[in-house]
């Protein structure tokens, strides 16, 4: 069992930075595969950014590529979501999820690929 705490979110400006983080329980988080998803007000949720096992891979969604950079800490159970240049379409509920893959380490970015979800944090960009 995982557990997913996001922090983080807040109120910016349009132009501003965030960085979110997510904080996992557990003793395997170096093989799980992290994500992040968002759900702004009136619209299904969607993926935004995930990294495999290593820091090496990571994968981005198209309208947010340049701009947001996903990261972890293995040693700190930790991943991260760094947003730059935010825009007021960013606003959402950012969701963290965790994948267990012991034996493949592709990124996943389908949400039922996703074995663990936090509760959310809120990001608000005012324009």
């Known amino acids: 069992q995982v557990q997913l705490v996001e922090s983080g979110g807040g109120l910016v400006q349009a132009g501003g930075s965030l960085r979110l983080s997510c904080a996992a329980s557990?003793?395997?988080?170096?093989?799980?595969?992290m994500g992040w998803f968002r759900q702004a007000p009136g619209k299904e949720r969607e993926f935004v950014a995930a990294?495999?096992?290593?820091?090496?891979?990571?994968y981005s969604a198209d309208s947010v590529k340049g701009r947001f950079t996903i990261s972890r800490d293995n040693a700190k159970n930790t991943v991260y979501l760094q947003m730059n240049s935010l825009k007021p379409e960013d606003t959402a509920l950012y969701y963290c999820?965790?994948?267990?893959?012991?034996?493949?380490?592709?990124?996943?970015?389908?949400?039922?690929?996703?074995?663990?979800w936090g509760q959310g944090t809120q990001v608000t960009v005012s324009s």
């Open positions: 557990g003793r395997t988080f170096s093989r799980y595969i």
């Open positions: 990294i495999s096992w290593s820091t090496g891979r990571p």
């Open positions: 999820a965790a994948a267990l893959s012991p034996y493949n380490a592709n990124v996943r970015t389908l949400q039922y690929e996703y074995d663990y």
